[in-house]
């Protein structure tokens, strides 16, 4: 059984800009696969008028009715990272229960905070684990947490109105609560098989940044590791290579004795005397040195041997390590690219108009409109713009007053799709364009004796 992850921070700032790009992936982390951002999604719709994360909390603070002027020092918004343990992640996801665990999410949220409150919730699925990351105002209603009833020198403080709308990141962060927040989404969280931490546990999150920076010092241990075991070889190989020529030199010295002692040993045949027996003595003196260090060199050599076979050993088996590493890693990627193909294989199977939404998307954003306005139109819904939209066959950009643009099904083939303005399929739309644009043209520019012939 896994656990819940649950992280609460302020938010910095009177904007929180830097967040707000991570979020809406206006920057793009390292940790992050672009190639999955498009599954990316916004589960809380904004009011009227409200583009993205920034202004939706902007827009709370103005319509919560505060009327205390707010500083800028305040905080004015609550950061929120809800998911659970990698592999349980992976399994809700596998069962096709994800979006089941995103609304609950959400109701967790509204009924801790306050559906008003609550002005951006986004699900990441480019990241290792999915997770939500939720926005909320701090709005409270009543008194401030610490505010007393004071008796002063025949002077009374009354407190504020219990009702008073105020803006107070404090109240909702107290220690107290923030263990309650902790088991209640642990109780929301039980279906999944996801249970609370250890109470009072020391453990704390890693960080995305504390996560690289132990794996680059890892990697640079084991980069270090080989870098001496390398050293320790080479030196080891010249050391054989100076024993080597130890032994040459030890061989030609005592061929250069024995040779000696063979010529003298002829002259004391001719001549006699004792000196012969002291030159005979001295070889075998001499000889035996000579096997000493013969045998001093055989020991160092075999001691060389295990040395280099030791290293040789520990440098395979982190080499092997570092393969078992990159092979798990390309493993996780196939098995994400698999599982990717084959919910891209049923959703064409499941919904005949799949591949057609995905042009459109493609075809929406060429014409000019931007990403939140594609996914309006993609979701059926109708859309007015008031602005420029290109067309990719006549090669120019045509202006268009505040209309009504909607995807609707092809007159002509039903199992496609085609984008309407105000009921126009914008094919024609753009040749009327056209049209105009060259007959206004003709008009000011040929007089009116040579347009005879030409197109009226």
């Not at 206006?26 to 008028?49: C, I, S, Y």
């Not at 989404?185 to 920076?213: D, I």
């Not at 045949?269 to 035996?288: H, M, P, T, V, Y």
């Not at 290293?311 to 493993?331: G, N, P, V, W, Y």
């Amino acid at each position: 059984m896994g656990y819940i992850s649950i992280q609460i921070n302020k938010a910095k700032g009177s904007a929180d800009t830097g967040a707000s790009d991570h979020i809406e992936r206006k920057t793009t982390p390292k940790n992050a696969d672009p190639t999955r951002t498009h599954l990316n999604r916004e589960l809380v719709q904004f009011p009227d008028g409200v583009t993205d994360r920034t202004g939706a909390i902007s827009h709370r603070i103005r319509t919560a009715g505060i009327k205390r002027k707010i500083t800028p020092d305040q905080v004015r918004a609550i950061r929120i990272v809800l998911s659970g343990t990698h592999e349980d992640m992976a399994r809700v996801q596998d069962e096709g229960r994800l979006s089941e665990w995103c609304d609950d999410n959400l109701q967790w949220l509204h009924r801790t905070f306050g559906r008003e409150n609550t002005v951006s919730a986004v699900l990441h699925m480019d990241e290792h684990t999915p997770h939500i990351h939720a926005t909320v105002v701090p709005i409270v209603t009543g008194e401030r947490r610490k505010a007393k009833r004071k008796q002063t020198e025949g002077r009374r403080t009354y407190r504020k109105k219990t009702n008073a709308v105020r803006l107070c990141a404090d109240d909702l962060l107290t220690r107290e609560k923030l263990v309650a927040y902790h088991d209640s989404y642990a109780e929301a969280m039980a279906k999944y098989g996801l249970q609370r931490g250890v109470r009072g546990s020391e453990a704390r999150h890693t960080t995305t940044a504390q996560y690289y920076r132990d794996l680059k010092r890892q990697t640079g241990e084991l980069e270090a590791n080989v870098r001496q075991l390398q050293t320790e070889q080479q030196q080891a190989e010249r050391q054989l290579d100076e024993v080597k020529q130890d032994i040459k030199s030890e061989k030609l010295e005592a061929a250069k004795t024995e040779a000696k002692a063979a010529l003298v040993a002829k002259v004391g045949s001719l001549f006699g005397g004792g000196k012969l027996k002291e030159l005979e003595a001295d070889n075998r003196i001499l000889q035996d040195e000579v096997a000493a260090r013969d045998e001093s060199i055989e020991l160092l050599q075999q001691q060389m041997e295990r040395q280099q076979e030791e290293h040789s050993r520990q440098l395979m088996e982190l080499q092997a390590r570092h393969r078992r590493e990159m092979s798990d890693k390309e493993a996780e990627h196939q098995r994400e690219v698999s599982f990717l193909k084959s919910i891209i294989q049923k959703a064409k199977k499941w919904f005949p108009l799949f591949q057609e939404l995905v042009y459109m998307e493609k075809f929406c954003l060429k014409v000019g409109f931007t990403e939140r306005q594609t996914a309006t139109l993609i979701s059926g819904k109708p859309l007015f713009y008031e602005g420029e939209l290109y067309s990719e066959e006549h090669g120019r950009k045509f202006k268009t007053e505040e209309v009504g643009f909607q995807v609707v099904k092809d007159p002509a083939d039903k199992s496609k799709l085609a984008l309407a303005i105000n009921g126009q399929l914008i094919g024609e739309w753009f040749k009327e364009q056209f049209d105009r644009l060259f007959s206004s043209i003709r008009k000011n520019v040929i007089p009116p004796q040579y347009r005879k012939g030409l197109r009226q």
